[in-house]
């Protein structure tokens, strides 16, 4: 068990240099639970459809009249209005499932002061966010088990190296925050916040849309940047899909220029200041090997440290290079040569795993265990993904079946869908875990995996592991190849165990080294559609 290491991040109610607004005393959802608000927008004339702006009204008045006041919006946008659908963010509009308005809790409304909820001026960001659901991420509840009792030297190390790798970041954001313009428009804990265009996370530094609420990186911004001085031509090295979906607003607004954006942060300075002075002592005097997750130079992909040039295997068909290939033994025998390779980017082939398995992995177990769960199947060749509703036994019947010309190749969709797999699984799950080479990084508890070191209130990443089961797809002929399972741990995608019945023929796998990654990032961006932007989506 390890004790709680508290970061000191309950500082946003001392953050007002910046403006106008006085943040609120910050609570913890525990103590003060959100209440759910359903406020009724109201405007007088049905035929005005854009409103007067904060400045015009000031303008004519000379200042915002004293009968008229600003209300945070604590409804979704389609709450509003129908003749303001305008003034709607892009997922109100778009209304995927499990949508997170862009603009609920963070905008305020020009209203009067009575009745309330009369909207008669168009909306503002103010200068901080106040509303304790946006102040969620001020109690994390940080995990105290792992795989082992850990020395108190593991525990310096992970900080040391943790401080080292997020000290630039921390002191980019403070620099950041030092423009006045920034407003803060708090985060939520349990919410992933990305970049709506590249899905980069993002820390705090960030652009927000004032009319789709978009957010983009302070790299996807600068592209807009310049691709709105250089007007009809198109930037050289950049994706015209990128560019397209960068530059789209919301149909009434159309095009995206940079002053749609406004300059926001979704951490304090507070919580910056206090991460940069715990952060600052420990990388005083501490050298590292880079890693795969620092900012550096990507390594070259075959340059294999030369005392280990022994385990490089050559695989023997002439057009697969050469990568590590290691007795799960050799490997576990001495575990500064795992960390010189995961340092170093490199795969690793690891043998000699067929024993660790102790469950009975088959068909006949999930139908024995599962029986009829209900479940979903896609046909694998078809492009369009239609899913068909199943269950357990019925697709494991077809699964086991001898093949025959022309049949059907299915795989199982997201199978348990949404769930966790310890908990779907347990027994797998600890199977798996206890089989993995190097626990302390590999494991979902590994003291040395930094995941595992996340709130377990907070939106922790996929590490899986997850579950694939599929018939093997079949290009000769419509004839079908026995099936697979693979299970994975995506994030950190270093182990994989396959299973093969009988005599499957071969089974594809793309591995990619750490330079050939920004091409990977590249189509990612392609593939990433304007309506699903997903910031603040749910994990
Ligand atoms: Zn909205
Ligand atoms: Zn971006
Ligand atoms: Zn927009």
Redesign the pocket.
């Known amino acids: 068990m390890i004790h709680n290491q508290k970061r000191n991040i309950d500082a946003v109610d001392n953050h007002s240099q910046h403006g106008n607004v006085a943040p609120k005393k910050t609570q913890t959802k525990k103590n003060n639970p959100i209440r759910q608000v359903t406020q009724k927008w109201v405007h007088d004339d049905t035929s005005i459809e854009v409103l007067p702006t904060l400045e015009e009204i000031c303008i004519l008045h000379g200042r915002l009249p004293n009968d008229l006041t600003l209300e945070l919006q604590t409804t979704?946008?389609n709450k509003l209005p129908a003749h303001l659908r305008r003034y709607?963010?892009t997922?109100?509009i778009g209304k995927s499932v499990g949508f997170i308005?862009?603009?609920?809790w963070i905008r305020q409304w020009i209203c009067k002061r009575d009745p309330p909820n009369v909207i008669v001026g168009a909306p503002i960001l103010p200068d901080f966010t106040t509303h304790p659901s946006q102040l969620d991420y001020q109690s994390p509840k940080f995990p105290t088990e792992f795989n082992r009792l850990p020395h108190p030297q593991d525990l310096l190390e992970l900080r040391r190296l943790l401080a080292k790798i997020l000290l630039p970041v921390i002191e980019k954001e403070l620099a950041w925050l030092q423009d006045p313009q920034v407003k803060f428009i708090g985060r939520r804990i349990d919410l992933v916040t990305k970049c709506d265009y590249c899905s980069a996370t993002l820390i705090g530094a960030a652009w927000l849309c004032s009319q789709c609420?978009a957010e983009a990186c302070t790299k996807c911004f600068q592209l807009l940047v310049e691709q709105n001085q250089v007007g009809n031509t198109t930037l050289p090295d950049v994706h015209i899909d990128w560019l397209k979906r960068l530059k789209t607003c919301t149909k009434w607004h159309h095009l995206h220029t940079p002053t749609t954006y406004n300059k926001i942060s979704h951490i304090t300075q507070e919580e910056l200041d206090t991460l940069r002075k715990q952060m600052l002592p420990l990388t005083e005097n501490y050298e590292t090997s880079p890693t795969s997750t620092s900012q550096v130079e990507p390594p070259n992909p075959y340059s294999v440290p030369a005392d280990l040039v022994r385990f490089l295997h050559q695989p023997g068909d002439g057009c697969t290079e050469p990568y590590i290939k290691m007795q799960v033994n050799d490997l576990e025998a001495d575990p500064t040569i795992f960390d010189r390779l995961w340092a170093a980017g490199q795969m690793i082939v690891v043998t000699g795993m067929s024993d660790r398995l102790k469950k009975p992995w088959t068909p006949d177990y999930f139908t024995s265990k599962y029986d009829w769960d209900t479940c979903q199947r896609i046909r694998a060749n078809c492009p369009l993904q239609l899913p068909v509703d199943t269950t357990v036994r019925e697709f494991f019947k077809d699964f086991t079946k001898e093949s025959t010309k022309n049949q059907e190749v299915w795989k199982l969709r997201d199978w348990p869908p949404e769930a966790d797999f310890q908990e779907k699984f347990p027994d797998l799950f600890y199977d798996f875990e206890h089989a993995l080479p190097i626990p302390d990084i590999t494991t979902r508890f590994g003291i040395r995996n930094v995941a595992a070191h996340f709130p377990t209130n907070g939106n922790v990443p996929d590490i899986g592991p997850k579950m694939y089961i599929a018939m093997e797809n079949s290009d000769q002929g419509g004839s079908r190849a026995p099936l697979f399972f693979t299970w994975m741990l995506p994030m950190s995608s270093i182990f994989r165990l396959m299973r093969s019945r009988g005599t499957a023929k071969a089974v594809l796998y793309g591995t990619f080294t750490t330079p050939k990654t920004p091409k990977l990032c590249a189509s990612f961006y392609i593939s990433i559609k304007p309506t699903n932007f997903n910031s603040r989506s749910k994990k």
């Open positions: 979704n946008c709607r963010c997922p109100c308005c862009a603009f609920k609420g």
